[in-house]
């Protein structure tokens, strides 16, 4: 079956602007998750959502953040203002959550490559 | 709080050659779940191994294996016939019990030489 989907692979935006990036996790996982990816930084959590709910956002890094999952399925992760820090691969990652039990595998998209000019 | 750490940030490996990379963890907990994550340059991260803490047997999958060591906190993942396709970044994480959000350590560059 298909897995972890992300778009845009690719965005380059100025300082100042808004943007969205969306995941569309593997069919029937009701858990999604939110990392980033920078050369400073290494690999950091952002945001857990099991279902529609967030349980833990405690990786949000500021306000500008901000992150939504509708219909159990797709998400979508907004970064308002960004800023050149925000530059960053941004990895989503889906796993079968309650039905699937404790400690199950987390299986990542191919990412989205954000440059903030 | 729960910490991963990598102490190689390179290494290389020739074909066919046997390669081990090292990853210890700092937890309180006694059930959680361990993970060696590969990304290659295409940056997809591709899971290669998974180990319950609760379980004593070392994970294999085909060339690669497991030394987990649970008292001393160590989880380290051999390569063996490594092949030119195992170039990638590999990544220890960790993941509580309860599920939730991996924790990762900073990566090891494995580069395999012709």
């Known amino acids: 079956g298909a897995g972890v989907s992300q778009s845009p692979s690719n965005k380059v935006t100025e300082k100042g602007k808004d943007v969205e990036l969306r995941c569309d996790p593997i069919s029937g996982h009701t858990a999604l998750y939110w990392y980033r990816q920078s050369l400073g930084q290494g690999l950091e959590f952002l945001i857990y959502f099991q279902g529609n709910s967030a349980p833990d956002k405690s990786g949000l890094p500021s306000d500008r953040f901000s992150a939504e999952r509708t219909g159990g399925s797709v998400s979508t992760l907004t970064i308002q203002r960004t800023q050149q820090e925000d530059s960053a691969v941004y990895l989503c990652?889906?796993?079968?959550?309650?039905?699937?039990?404790?400690?199950?595998?987390?299986?990542f998209g191919p990412g989205t490559r954000l440059l903030v000019l | 709080a729960q910490t991963v750490t990598q102490s190689q940030p390179e290494m290389s490996v020739q074909e066919a050659e046997t390669v081990t990379l090292s990853c210890t963890y700092d937890t309180s907990e006694s059930n959680y779940y361990l993970f060696w994550y590969k990304q290659p340059p295409s940056r997809q991260m591709i899971l290669v191994i998974r180990?319950?803490?609760?379980?004593?047997q070392n994970a294999t999958e085909n060339r690669f294996s497991v030394n987990f060591q649970k008292a001393a906190k160590s989880f380290s993942l051999k390569i063996s016939d490594s092949q030119l396709g195992d170039t990638a970044m590999y990544f220890c994480?960790?993941?509580?019990?309860?599920?939730?959000?991996?924790?990762f350590g900073q990566g090891t560059e494995l580069s395999v030489k012709p």
């Open positions: 990652a889906s796993s079968l959550g309650l039905a699937g039990g404790v400690g199950e595998t987390q299986y």
């Open positions: 994480a960790f993941i509580r019990n309860q599920g939730g959000k991996l924790i």
């Open positions: 180990q319950e803490a609760y379980k004593q």
